[in-house]
């Protein structure tokens, strides 16, 4: 069976993608240093521990599993963290990539499945983003992110990476089946805090700003299934062994649902009430995120099939009341 190098598989999306891996008959090698990951995660092949930083660690593990290709998802990827402490993002997403791409290039491992953001585009207002918008990122995640993708262009000029750049919006729900789901610790997202807030684990949800320039005044963003979101890197991944070439993928459904709809959802898929505070606006954050997909869909032949807004919320809010992970 061919082994893929699966950098933060014992994260949230990397796990998944771990389970939807295996079940492509692939056997995925999980590097990850354990900072926000969890061994516990780590359930659909091998376990190396090591950090991006660690060339000579990446290498070992390059000799060992003679990969196919790699899945990058290690990645600091908090917002508002970005924005006060830009320097670790710098640090381990730019710099940590490089080393991993150099590592690749150096164990003659030229396929290359990156996971970026639209974080990469900044705020554009009221448009709905496809591959060729600008990138004008407005904090550090996004500026890391999109610095790694251009590095990857000029390591495909000179060294015929070939990569596939996939773009995600805001990712939610969990597998089905329970056996992998979103925990972080601490916990910065919108839908895990809402189901604390939901379930008396923290006192209430705030709402980041209710003066934005949209409809009822808070963020829009455009959700996507974890589950459907791994698949499209399995086509990304053939895609890639199918010789077809670089490309970038936006992954997110092209509907957008404001902060306060994601509250309504969770209260109807929930029945509970979600307590709820108005607080300020919360630094780096876009007004409104939503995805021009088509170009995933037509040419990957990806169909997003579990991402819902109630999908998505029954899968997490079914995760948290049964799962959790600890080191
Ligand atoms: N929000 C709140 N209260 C909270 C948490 C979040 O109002 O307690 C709001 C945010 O302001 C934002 C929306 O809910 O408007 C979603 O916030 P998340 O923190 O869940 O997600 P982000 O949009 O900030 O970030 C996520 C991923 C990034 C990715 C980005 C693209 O974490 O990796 O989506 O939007 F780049």
């Not at 209430?204 to 209710?210: E, M, P």
């Not at 003066?211 to 499209?232: E, K, Q, S």
């Not at 509907?255 to 029945?271: K, L, W």
């Amino acid at each position: 069976m061919s082994n893929v190098l699966v950098t933060g598989g014992a994260g949230y999306i990397g796990s998944h993608a771990c389970k939807a891996l295996g079940l492509a008959g692939f056997t995925p090698v999980t590097f990850d240093n354990l900072v926000t990951g969890w061994r516990d995660a780590v359930k659909f092949g091998p376990f190396e521990r090591g950090d991006l930083m660690d060339r000579s660690r990446l290498d070992e593990v390059f000799a060992e599993y003679k990969p196919v290709a790699v899945m990058h998802f290690a990645a600091l990827s908090q917002v508002g963290e970005s924005m006060s402490k830009p320097g670790i993002y710098w640090q381990n997403n730019v710099l940590g990539s490089l080393n991993l791409i150099e590592a690749a290039v150096a164990a003659h491992c030229t396929n290359f499945v990156f996971s970026s953001t639209c974080a990469t585009y900044g705020d554009h207002d009221n448009v709905v983003l496809d591959e060729d918008s600008a990138q004008l990122p407005i904090n550090a995640y996004g500026a890391s992110k999109r610095a790694i993708e251009d590095m990857l262009r000029d390591f495909e000029a000179a060294h015929g990476l070939r990569h596939v750049i996939f773009r995600y919006f805001n990712v939610a729900g969990a597998d089905p089946d329970g056996e992998v789901g979103e925990y972080h610790q601490p916990e910065t997202h919108l839908i895990p805090l809402m189901l604390d807030a939901i379930d008396g684990k923290r006192d209430a949800l705030t709402i980041f700003g209710t003066d934005y320039d949209t409809p009822d005044g808070t963020c829009i963003r455009d959700y996507v299934h974890v589950c459907d979101l791994v698949n499209a890197h399995v086509l990304g991944l053939k895609w890639l062994v199918d010789d077809r070439g670089s490309r970038v993928f936006n992954l997110g459904t092209g509907t957008g649902f404001s902060v306060r709809e994601v509250v309504d959802h969770s209260q109807s898929v929930t029945n509970r009430q979600v307590p709820i505070k108005e607080g300020a606006r919360r630094a780096g954050d876009c007004t409104k995120l939503v995805s021009g997909s088509s170009r995933a869909m037509s040419e990957l032949g990806w169909q997003p099939e579990r991402s819902t807004l109630q999908q998505m919320i029954t899968d997490a809010w079914r995760w948290h009341q049964t799962g959790h992970y600890s080191r």
